[in-house]
């Protein structure tokens, strides 16, 4: 396998096989240039600034099954090895090439070791929240009595990359999970994880979102809630019954007081 070209291609490598990694991909990829088969009617090769006005064609391939799908690549060499015969390509910001084609499906990277299929629920989170999936807001209209404790299959994989991920976020100071079940709705019980922090918990809680999405246990809906000590609720059980399954290390919370990066 060739060395990765830039950093996104890196940060792909590495989203692929370890998913507390994947919220950085889908960082830089959103300020990334990328590449895509086609000509634009603007003068110049791999064109970065499009004009506006500027007629843009875009190459659609087919999968086996016949469905219809936009390749983009990550690099100029990427999309050189996709390609049998020399065709014309353009550069442009990932945003820009997502809202142009948004409601299609895409693939990143064809014919090389490492890539990712789009599909458009996905393209739409991440032209909404910089992440591939949009969190639901839920608000509890009227005091509710629940069912807690511990899930009786643990979400080992979800912990695990969970875990990895705050350990990147010194606003997180420790993460619990339970089970909370509401009997008097009728529906599944949900895994419930409590964030404690003395910071801006939002970017950390977006991340994990996404994380959560993709290691959660199938069929399994998982909620994300800030709890402080000394609020009642579902906090108070976490604090009292519950050991945090990730806590903050004085190194973490020194590194970020110095502003000094991981090693």
């Given at each position: 396998?060739?060395?990765?070209?830039?950093?996104?291609?890196?940060?792909?490598?590495?989203?692929?096989?370890?998913?507390?990694?994947?919220?950085?991909?889908y960082?830089?990829?959103?300020?990334?240039?990328?590449?895509?088969?086609?000509?634009?009617?603007?003068t110049?090769?791999?064109?970065?600034t499009?004009p506006?006005?500027?007629?843009?064609?875009?190459?659609?391939?087919?999968?086996?099954?016949?469905t219809p799908?936009?390749?983009?690549?990550?690099?100029?060499?990427?999309?050189?090895?996709?390609?049998?015969?020399?065709s014309?390509?353009?550069?442009?910001?990932?945003?820009?090439?997502?809202?142009?084609?948004?409601?299609?499906?895409?693939?990143?990277?064809?014919?090389?070791?490492?890539?990712?299929e789009?599909?458009?629920?996905?393209?739409?989170?991440?032209?909404?929240?910089?992440?591939?999936?949009?969190?639901?807001?839920?608000?509890v209209?009227?005091?509710?009595?629940?069912?807690?404790?511990?899930?009786?299959?643990?979400?080992?994989?979800?912990?695990?990359?969970?875990?990895?991920?705050?350990?990147?976020?010194?606003?997180?100071?420790?993460?619990?999970?339970?089970?909370?079940?509401?009997?008097s709705?009728?529906?599944?019980?949900?895994?419930?994880?409590?964030?404690?922090g003395?910071?801006?918990?939002?970017?950390?809680?977006?991340?994990?979102?996404?994380?959560?999405?993709?290691?959660?246990?199938?069929?399994?809906?998982?909620d994300?809630?800030?709890?402080?000590?000394?609020e009642?609720?579902?906090?108070?059980?976490?604090?009292?019954?519950?050991?945090?399954?990730?806590?903050?290390?004085?190194?973490?919370?020194?590194?970020?007081?110095?502003g000094?990066?991981?090693?």
């Open positions: 396998m060739s060395e990765p070209s830039n950093d996104l291609e890196r940060k792909l490598i590495l989203a692929a096989d370890n998913p507390a990694s994947r919220p950085d991909f960082t830089a990829l959103m300020a990334s240039d990328v590449f895509v088969i086609g000509l634009t009617d603007s110049g090769e791999g064109v970065k499009i506006a006005g500027a007629k843009l064609s875009i190459v659609n391939w087919e999968k086996n099954d016949g799908i936009i390749p983009f690549f990550t690099s100029l060499e990427a999309l050189q090895r996709a390609l049998k015969e020399e014309n390509y353009v550069a442009l910001p990932a945003r820009s090439f997502f809202e142009m084609t948004l409601g299609s499906s895409l693939v990143l990277n064809p014919a090389s070791p490492y890539g990712k789009f599909f458009p629920n996905e393209i739409h989170a991440l032209l909404e929240t910089g992440m591939n999936h949009i969190p639901q807001t839920r608000v209209q009227k005091e509710t009595k629940v069912l807690l404790g511990q899930p009786a299959n643990y979400p080992a994989d979800m912990v695990s990359a969970l875990t990895e991920l705050l350990a990147r976020h010194a606003a997180v100071k420790a993460a619990y999970l339970c089970l909370m079940h509401d009997t709705t009728g529906e599944k019980p949900t895994l419930v994880v409590g964030f404690e003395d910071q801006d918990l939002t970017e950390a809680m977006k991340q994990a979102g996404s994380v959560a999405a993709d290691t959660a246990p199938k069929g399994e809906l998982v994300f809630t800030v709890i402080k000590r000394g009642p609720g579902i906090g108070n059980y976490m604090f009292e019954s519950v050991r945090p399954f990730y806590e903050r290390t004085w190194g973490t919370k020194l590194r970020s007081l110095f000094l990066g991981r090693a």
